[in-house]
């Protein structure tokens, strides 16, 4: 079995994910499992890389302007940048793997996994 048939996303068949309730032979509703906080937490993740990666260029990745935007609006407490005009520069290369001047959505989560790293203290 492919993992990837596991993993549903936003477009997949969420009847499979609830519960169907039929009244009729042709009237059903489905009643959906509330979304858990980790779920709510990747919508949120997803919703804001998509907010913020939209603002210019593609709309699938960050350019640096959009990076420092977001890392400075939703970020602030664990991502300190200071006033050195070179710490965004330095952060963003850090996670720009493909040097493209611009963060995907694969090369940004890294951000995300080294601060819950350290909130966590997973060494
Ligand atoms: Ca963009
Ligand atoms: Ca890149």
């Known amino acids: 079995m492919q993992v990837d048939s596991l993993l549903c996303t936003a477009t997949c068949d969420r009847e499979a994910a609830g519960t169907v309730v039929t009244f009729t032979q042709d009237s059903k509703i ?3 499992q509330p979304q858990s906080t980790m779920e709510a937490a990747i919508s949120v993740l997803v919703a804001q890389f998509k907010a913020y990666a939209g603002k210019d260029g593609s709309a699938q990745s960050l350019s640096k302007e959009e990076f420092q935007k977001l890392v400075s609006d939703q970020l602030p407490n664990l991502v300190q940048l ?3 005009p070179q710490a965004v520069d330095q952060l963003m290369n850090s ?6 001047g611009e963060l995907t959505f694969s090369e940004f989560w890294q951000l995300i996994g080294k601060l819950a790293g350290k909130q ?3 060494h």
């Open 30 to 32: 489905t009643v959906f």
């Open 120 to 122: 966590g203290a997973f």
């Open 95 to 100: 996670l720009d793997e493909n040097n493209d």
């Open 82 to 84: 200071g006033s050195d």
